[in-house]
């Protein structure tokens, strides 16, 4: 992960252009919406399949997986319902909306899997996952693509095409770290629908970081 100051940087150098590459993108970024948010779908269809007990034995992998990417995407959520008064972009909303709407699900089913496992399920501090208020950030800095906490404080201090940009830097940073969880189960865990599950968030995620890559000039 980028450390603080390497993402300040880049958020303050790339608030003037992301705002002239967002402003382009709108002409043409309903397709790239759209491509996404169908692969946002299927992962949450893939979570919903996933919770039947008939699948197949797990392995330890399947345990690590459930457990590390509850909070990832615990922090996603976070990110993403910080865009709804925020950000500055239609398309950065509706990134955030889509991300909500094919992560909380999958919270609920990796939930399920290690309730059904006998195994702990991280607990979100605070309650619900959309707010998370005192979330410990730094607990999940071992996981690839989690933000730290003062990463969390400056998107949270941001708004418009400021908050926009840093919140397409992180983002793209998290997206990449959950790919790379969802590989390694996809090649060593044994239960169907986790790998399942991994392999469509590969799918959706793969493409939204292409997505917002766009949206920040570089596509």
Not at 94 to 119: C, F, H, N
Not at 201 to 215: F, G, R
Request: aromatic fraction near 2%; hydrophobic fraction near 40%; glycine fraction near 12%.
């Amino acid at each position: 992960m980028r450390n603080t100051r390497t993402l300040t940087r880049r958020a303050a150098l790339g608030a003037v252009s992301v705002t002239a590459a967002l402003a382009l993108a709108a002409c043409g970024g309903s397709g790239d919406s759209g491509s996404s948010g169908d692969a946002g779908s299927n992962s949450s269809a893939s979570a919903s399949a996933g919770t039947g007990s008939t699948a197949g034995a797990h392995n330890a992998q399947d345990v690590t997986f459930a457990q590390g990417m509850i909070p990832h995407h615990r922090q996603a959520l976070e990110m993403a319902a910080l865009a709804a008064d925020r950000a500055s972009s239609a398309q950065v909303k509706d990134l955030a909306s889509r991300v909500e709407k094919a992560q909380d699900p999958e919270i609920r089913t990796m939930s399920g899997w290690l309730t059904a496992w006998g195994e702990d399920v991280p607990a979100a501090s605070g309650g619900a996952a959309e707010s998370m208020p005192g979330m410990d950030h730094s607990a999940g800095s071992g996981m690839p693509g989690m933000m730290d906490g003062s990463d969390m404080d400056m998107l949270k201090k941001a708004s418009g095409a400021d908050f926009d940009t840093m919140f397409l830097t992180m983002m793209i940073e998290h997206h990449k770290g959950a790919v790379d969880m969802a590989t390694t189960e996809k090649n060593k865990g044994t239960y169907q629908p986790a790998t399942a599950m991994s392999d469509a968030i590969v799918t959706a995620q793969t493409a939204e970081i292409t997505e917002m890559n766009k949206l920040l000039g570089k596509g």
